[in-house]
């Protein structure tokens, strides 16, 4: 009965120690594997066997990008002020071989190494410099420390200054600066509304100056093609009043010849034309000799009548 129990026991403590060697890797996940102390292999994603009391997982490796926040470090500029930057850093593990024995401590080496980098950029640039050129910065970071890291088989990805953060004394200046730059910036913008509404209000009376000069223009104009309009119907009346009156006088004398009148009566129609043209106004008329002829045989006439009536 002793027997059976150690038998079982010892199977029991076989299965647990085959089954303890039994392992599955997560996906953006990687096991180093060292044999007797020296390194064996590097499992991937999936299932994996060990040798039991030989192999043992040395180190689990995270390959997805991760990020690190260090502190703020002080820098000095070229100009001999001190600020404190902090940075942010995007990187990921490409070698899990090289980052498990490349260096001791990768995270601290890679914050040594951003503090030491970013102090050298800095001082290559003055205050003004610093605080504009975040992005040649950054750049300039990346590119070393991605050089730096490539024996520890990291990636770095992005590199980002996080906060500047100039002196007390810097920054009560800046914001000094800047209220008055506000403050000159609104002088301008009110100066130039107001320069802008000047230019308006005189353009404005400019054209309603134009346009009254030019509506002065069409009235004269339209004025003077009234009055033009009116002489011409006025000399068109006249001219058809005297039409119409020689057509009269010609229309008369023709109707007397027609009638058969002779000399005489012709002669007396003229005579009564120049009466009609005295019209008691003349006060002195010459008649021809024909007319005062006839004009004498005329009053003969009515003498001779007058004395048979008698």
Request: glycine share 4%.
């Amino acid at each position: 009965m002793g027997g059976v129990v150690l038998v079982l026991i010892i199977l029991i403590i076989a299965a647990w120690i085959l089954i303890s060697n039994f392992r599955v890797v997560p996906q953006a996940h990687a096991y180093i594997i060292e044999r007797l102390g020296a390194y064996q292999c590097t499992w991937s994603v999936g299932f994996h066997v060990k040798a039991p009391f030989f192999d043992k997982i040395a180190r689990k490796v995270l390959l997805k990008e991760q990020v690190v926040d260090f502190a703020p470090q002080p820098v000095i500029t070229k100009d001999n002020v001190t600020m404190r930057i902090d940075t942010v850093v995007f990187y990921q593990i490409t070698d899990p071989k090289l980052y498990a024995y490349g260096v001791e401590n990768p995270l601290m080496a890679i914050e040594n190494l951003t503090a030491t980098t970013l102090r050298n950029i800095i001082g290559e640039l003055e205050l003004d410099q610093t605080l504009t050129s975040r992005e040649t910065i950054n750049t300039k970071m990346r590119a070393s420390l991605d050089e730096a890291t490539d024996p520890w088989g990291i990636k770095v990805n992005r590199v980002e200054l996080k906060n500047i953060i100039p002196p007390a004394e810097i920054q009560n200046a800046m914001e000094k600066q800047m209220k008055a730059e506000r403050e000159r910036r609104e002088a301008v913008t009110r100066a130039e509304g107001e320069k802008k509404a000047s230019v308006t209000v005189a353009e404005g009376k400019k054209e309603a100056a134009i346009l009254e000069a030019e509506a002065e223009k069409q009235s004269a104009i339209l004025k003077a093609e009234a009055q033009k309009e009116k002489m011409i119907r006025e000399a068109e009346g006249e001219a058809e009043a005297i039409l119409k009156v020689q057509q009269a006088k010609a229309d008369g004398i023709r109707m007397l010849k027609e009638a058969g009148a002779d000399t005489a009566v012709l002669q007396m129609k003229s005579l009564e034309a120049f009466e009609k043209a005295a019209d008691g106004k003349a006060t002195k008329i010459i008649i021809p000799s024909e007319i005062q002829g006839i004009a004498g045989l005329s009053t003969s006439i009515k003498e001779v009548l007058k004395d048979s009536t008698n």
